[in-house]
């Protein structure tokens, strides 16, 4: 069982430069989240998903655009990556008041 | 929306002593979870414990306790007999029942185990 799966582990994108990171989940959860964790800050909540087809705004949503076309992914795209999107992300999802489950998270660098 | 506070930048316990982290949340709704997640350099998120708000009983889990205080907001972790595989960061999490059931996570507090 793989759980909760993001790919890339890692990425080095240049300024303006546009790319998608996907989470996979194969425990058909409803919610579905994406989280930042930056240096002292903790985990910051972007963009979430109760359900196929649904999307809502997180704490920390600019400069982020998400889609669940398909139940088991949820993918956050950067249209124009900037130095401040430097972080790391973690996928998470759950039944509704179940737990979490975490991906390993991705280290994205924007130089 | 809630806020979740660790006070508590960084700790330091001696291997098999006591440490308690601190956590305080804001919130005015009546039915929410609170956990103690931990993550160490690897940057997995692993669940240490959790608490359902409408249970008076401090959640415990093996060497690991909480100190659940509703009335004052208040949800504390208490690691005894500490070991060096302890040492890692810690996040205090609040979950509501709305936004998506999403948490909410504190700062955190860095764990440093002393031999």
């Known amino acids: 069982n793989a759980g909760v799966t993001q790919t890339p582990k890692f990425r080095v994108l240049k300024t303006g430069q546009s790319m998608t990171l996907l989470c996979a989940q194969d425990?058909?959860?409803?919610?579905m989240y994406w989280y930042r964790q930056d240096p002292g800050m903790g985990l910051r909540l972007i963009h979430y998903?109760?359900?196929?087809?649904?999307?809502a705004k997180g704490e920390v949503p600019d400069g982020y655009n998400v889609s669940r076309l398909k139940k088991q992914n949820f993918l956050l795209g950067l249209e124009s990556a900037a130095p401040s999107q430097t972080s790391v992300y973690f996928c998470?999802?759950?039944?509704?008041?179940?737990?979490?489950?975490f991906g390993q998270g991705t280290r994205l660098t924007v130089v | 929306a809630q806020t979740v506070t660790q006070s508590q930048p960084e700790m330091s316990v001696q291997e098999a002593e006591t440490v308690t982290l601190s956590c305080t949340y804001d919130?005015?709704?009546?039915?929410?979870?609170l956990f103690w997640y931990k993550q160490p350099p690897s940057r997995q998120m692993i669940l240490v414990i959790r608490?359902?708000?409408?249970?008076?009983q401090n959640a415990t889990e093996n060497r690991f306790s909480v100190n659940f205080q509703k009335a004052a907001k208040s949800f504390s972790l208490k690691i005894s007999d500490s070991q060096l595989g302890d040492a890692a960061m810690y996040f205090c999490?609040?979950?509501?029942?709305?936004?998506?059931?999403?948490?909410?996570f504190g700062k955190g507090t860095s764990l440093l185990v002393t031999p």
């Open positions: 998470a999802s759950s039944w509704n008041r179940g737990l979490a489950f």
């Open positions: 425990m058909n959860h409803e919610y």
């Open positions: 998903s109760v359900g196929e087809g649904t999307t």
């Open positions: 919130t005015s709704e009546s039915d929410y979870y």
């Open positions: 608490q359902e708000a409408y249970k008076q």
């Open positions: 999490a609040y979950r509501s029942m709305n936004s998506g059931y999403a948490l909410n």
